[in-house]
């Protein structure tokens, strides 16, 4: 299958400073790429959708100034956490699908476990 | 839009145990639907799809048939191992125009030597 590279997979910093998650696809392009947060022993919490060359849709209840999400090329998203805080600390995931529509499989990334320390 | 309810966990069971999880989606149309697996530590990878009604999607034992009758959609092993350990997840496809793709919280498996 498609392979989705993310990266670092864990990084932690200082309360305050910022933070830039890396979302490849390396061998296919990515129309669209999500970006989910996910709490011990808990779903995936779907943050926002992007497609290449236009904004983020965020989901409810998710900041857009906080969590700023770049999609600039067909291969890579970015997800920085602006001004982190402890309570920001969770495993980020992403992924890409190659096409929009019903039917299209999506991949996955390692996962990011940030911790705000 | 499209949603799916999948079976509270967490499920412990014994090796060699036949595992049942439940998953009924409601959905426009017949999207194809997933199940993926989760490892400890790791991000998400497909196990499984279907993409049409009585298909059914098999992959490393583990089975599931796209039920258009019951809106379902389980996933089975007959014999699970300690290595099947994980967290799973059933998910359609999202019906929004940017296709969307939102889970079901997820399953926490446990099996035991």
């Known amino acids: 299958g498609a392979v989705v590279s993310q990266h670092p997979s864990r990084v932690i910093c200082k309360s305050g400073t910022s933070v830039k998650i890396e979302c490849r696809s390396l061998?296919?392009?990515?129309?669209?790429m999500f970006w989910y947060r996910q709490f011990p022993k808990k779903s995936l919490m779907l943050m926002a959708t992007?497609?290449?060359?236009?904004?983020?849709?965020?989901e409810q209840g998710v900041e857009k100034d906080k969590f700023l999400i770049n999609h600039a090329s067909l291969t890579l998203s970015t997800l920085t956490v602006t001004s982190a805080h402890p309570e920001d600390s969770s495993f980020y995931i992403c992924?890409?699908?190659?096409?929009?529509?019903?039917?299209?499989?999506?991949?996955f990334g390692q996962g990011t476990r940030l911790t705000v320390v | 839009g499209n949603s799916v309810t999948q079976m509270e966990g967490p499920v412990t069971l014994s090796e060699e145990a036949f595992l049942t999880i439940n998953c009924t989606y409601t959905?426009?149309?017949?999207?194809?639907l997933f199940w993926y697996v989760q490892y400890p530590g790791e991000g998400l990878q497909l196990l499984l799809k279907?993409?049409?009604?009585?298909d059914k999607g098999s992959n490393k034992g583990f089975e599931a048939t796209y039920r258009k009758e019951t809106t379902s959609f389980h996933l089975e092993k007959g014999s699970v191992q300690v290595s099947d350990s994980a967290v799973y997840f059933c998910?359609?496809?999202?019906?929004?125009?940017?296709?969307?793709?939102?889970f079901g919280q997820g399953t926490i498996l446990t099996v035991h030597p």
């Open positions: 992924s890409a699908r190659e096409k929009t529509g019903m039917n299209t499989e999506a991949f």
């Open positions: 061998d296919f392009q990515a129309t669209t």
């Open positions: 992007s497609n290449e060359g236009s904004k983020a849709t965020y």
């Open positions: 959905a426009t149309g017949y999207p194809s």
């Open positions: 279907a993409t049409k009604a009585d």
């Open positions: 998910a359609p496809p999202g019906g929004t125009s940017y296709g969307k793709l939102t």
